[in-house]
T-cell receptor, first 113, second 113 residues
């Protein structure tokens, strides 16, 4: 069964460093999303992406965040200068329009020290 | 502010019983509703989705939607210990591609053998 793949599973970084979280969406999906979940809190929407551009972003997704689809398969989330409060699980999701259902990857646990 | 509210639980039921999980949402524009199961430290896994008022059954799971009351529920029949997890209710804007999901905090379900 096709699945959304995220790498790495765990990323440890120093405050102020840049990180790139990677996602390979399901191959025939056209809509891509990033969510995050701080430990013990709810899953929060960060950004949606379609047709090589951001379609919507939340207040969390400030200038420190960016997304890119550098090739036909990868979808990345970059945090330019990480802060302690960026520590969370980051989930990538993709969706095939006809089914209107988002499938989540296993997540990347980001730990900012 | 669009909100999805859930009782955080834990909801404890004995094996074989019916577990009833509830969710309310604030945005009347929400048209699509999803139940995801999340095991500790794992990603959300889709259990059910519902778009129309009424009941929708899939195996041991029944989702119920009442748009007038802005209420969604999930019934799990013949609960098993493996059903022990956090159940996330999520609301989306409808049958469009830009499907930003708003999640509740989740209800923790404990099924005792």
């Amino acid at each position: 069964e096709p699945e959304v793949t995220q790498t790495p599973s765990h990323q440890v970084t120093q405050m102020g460093q840049e990180v790139i979280l990677r996602c390979v969406p399901i191959s025939n999906h056209l809509y891509f999303y990033w969510y995050r979940q701080i430990l013990g809190q709810k899953v929060e929407f960060l950004v949606s992406f379609y047709n090589n551009e951001i379609s919507e972003k939340s207040e969390i997704f400030d200038d420190q965040f960016s997304v890119e689809r550098p090739d036909g398969s990868n979808f990345t989330l970059k945090i330019r200068s990480t802060k302690l409060e960026d520590s969370a699980m980051y989930f990538c999701a993709s969706m095939e329009r006809a089914k209107n259902i988002q499938y989540f990857g296993a997540g990347t646990r980001l730990s900012v020290l | 502010q669009k909100e999805v509210e859930q009782n955080s639980g834990p909801l404890s039921v004995p094996e074989g019983a019916i577990a009833s999980l509830n969710c309310t949402y604030s945005d009347r524009g929400s048209q699509s509703f999803f139940w995801y199961r999340q095991y500790s430290g794992k990603s959300p896994e889709l259990i059910m989705f519902i778009y129309s008022n009424g009941d929708k059954e899939d195996g041991r799971f029944t989702a119920q939607l009442n748009k007038a009351s802005q209420y969604v529920s999930l019934l799990i029949r013949d609960s098993q210990p493996s059903d022990s997890a956090t159940y996330l209710c999520a609301a989306g804007p409808g049958n469009t591609g830009f499907q930003k999901l708003v999640f509740g905090t989740g209800t923790r379900l404990l099924v005792s053998p």
